[in-house]
């Protein structure tokens, strides 16, 4: 099995900075993508940012030059800065991880999703 353990959530007042990381363990060949996503109440899931096992990222546009995702391969832990943080980010956050497992092959991937963390930020 694979495990996604995230931390760094909290609150924050609006034009602060948060760290997000996320760690993956468990019976892993390889982790392809990894990303973050987030949902508020009563809203989808959307994604905020992924970053390949080539280092290549994406952006949602309301994060756009606010934050950047980052990863260390060996570590399989992916990381989100999140600066001049503003209301509207407040959700919980979620690292999803598509993974490759030992036993099973590089050509089969799954994908697995972290237990969340809250980030709150107050105007």
């Known amino acids: 099995q694979v495990q996604l353990v995230e931390s760094g959530g909290g609150l924050v007042q609006a034009g602060g900075s948060l760290r997000l990381s996320c760690a993956a363990s468990?019976?892993?060949?390889?982790?392809?993508?990894m990303g973050w996503y987030r949902q508020a109440p009563g809203k989808q899931r959307e994604l905020v940012a992924s970053?390949?096992?080539?280092?290549?990222?994406t952006y949602a546009d309301p994060v756009k030059g606010r934050f950047t995702i980052s990863r260390d391969n060996a570590k399989n832990t992916v990381w989100l800065q999140m600066n001049s943080l503003k209301p509207e980010d407040t959700s919980a956050y979620y690292c999803?991880?598509?993974?490759?497992?030992?036993?099973?092959?590089?050509?089969?991937?799954?994908?697995?999703w972290g237990q969340g963390t809250q980030v709150t930020v107050s105007s």
């Open positions: 999803k991880a598509i993974v490759s497992r030992i036993g099973i092959g590089p050509s089969i991937e799954y994908q697995y």
């Open positions: 970053i390949t096992s080539g280092g290549s990222t």
């Open positions: 468990g019976s892993i060949f390889s982790v392809n993508a």
